[in-house]
């Protein structure tokens, strides 16, 4: 009988390859580097065949390597689920023996895309009992340090945010369907009505911290535009009703179409992109980090090609 595969190697391997880092991937397991790549050694040794090859930028998968790493997935997943199914005792299964999950997600763009993204999620961990919260990207990332939510999905302005990056949504400038900001506007407002009538162009914004928001008077005060906030909220629904009832404008990630009720702003600063990134808990497994994340890469990317492939809309304008 041929000898088993060690499962403890199989789990260094996919860490490895997920961070592409023999180091960071020693810190998630909570083993010493030597101790990861003996395992890689051991592994190598056991089928035959070298898996990784190590370059100045990280790691590399061979060809046969990542034909191996795709099934080593699997039969971790599956060795999980196994195990899941059988353990009630485990805190973290429910009193069937299924194992739990629970996910955290940002407010933003949720009337757009939380009802595919729990959809995608319940397809992708169809053996779990998922649960899931709302909230600001920061009180995700405290819950997840926390152990209180296994993974959260967030948005993240600069590279170094936590987690990992696994697609983007665009950032826009929009006000009410009435309300013309962006006309007349010139370097400070001088050519803004809304100029004269506030002395700075007005903003609705959620309350601090917000990252969002930081960002909005960086653009803003780069190219010479006053700006003041002149409403705010806790919640992303505070800030649509807010913008929907003429307040002012807002910086928002998009990743569709503009809100109902609102329209796209331009003649402003580009805002670019906001990345969203993947924040787990240590100790999550490495097959359902991996499988979360890929889907929400797929998931983000299908979005914007849509998006991509819809024929531009027009402002929309009252009249009368």
């Not at 010493?32 to 930028?57: C, D, F, N, Y």
């Amino acid at each position: 009988m041929a000898e088993p595969l060690n499962l403890t190697h199989l789990r260094s391997l996919v860490a490895v390859v997920d961070r592409k880092s023999f180091t960071r991937a020693a810190q998630v397991l909570h083993l010493s580097q030597s101790t990861v790549s003996q395992h890689i050694r051991l592994l190598e040794r056991r089928v035959g065949t070298e898996l990784l090859v190590r370059e100045q930028s990280g790691v590399k998968l061979t060809p046969r390597g990542g034909e191996f790493v795709d099934r080593a997935r699997w039969l971790l997943a599956e060795h999980d689920e196994l195990v899941g199914d059988f353990t009630d005792a485990d805190a973290a299964h429910g009193p069937r023996g299924r194992l739990q999950l629970s996910i955290g997600s940002t407010e933003h763009a949720a009337d757009q895309v939380l009802p595919q993204l729990l959809a995608a999620f319940r397809r992708t961990f169809g053996g779990h009992d998922l649960s899931f919260v709302l909230q600001r990207s920061a009180a995700l990332i405290e819950s997840v340090r926390r152990g209180d939510l296994d993974l959260a999905v967030i948005l993240a302005i600069t590279p170094d945010a936590p987690g990992t990056r696994v697609g983007a949504m665009r950032l826009c400038w929009v006000a009410d369907e009435a309300t013309d900001l962006a006309g007349g506007l010139g370097l400070g407002g001088q050519g803004s009505d809304y100029g004269a009538r506030y002395g700075a162009l007005p903003l609705v914004a959620l309350e601090e911290p917000c990252a969002i928001r930081a960002r909005t008077f960086d653009l803003l005060g780069a190219a010479g535009i006053g700006a003041s906030v002149v409403a705010q909220s806790a919640t992303l629904a505070g800030v649509l009703s807010a913008v929907r009832a003429g307040l002012g404008m807002a910086l928002l990630p998009i990743a569709t179409d503009v809100p109902e009720g609102l329209r796209e702003l331009h003649g402003l600063p580009s805002a670019g992109d906001i990345g969203v990134h993947q924040v787990t808990r240590e100790g999550l497994a490495d097959t359902t980090i991996h499988a979360s994340a890929t889907m929400l890469s797929s998931f983000l990317a299908d979005m914007a090609a849509a998006r991509t492939a819809r024929p531009p809309i027009g402002p929309v304008r009252r009249h009368g």
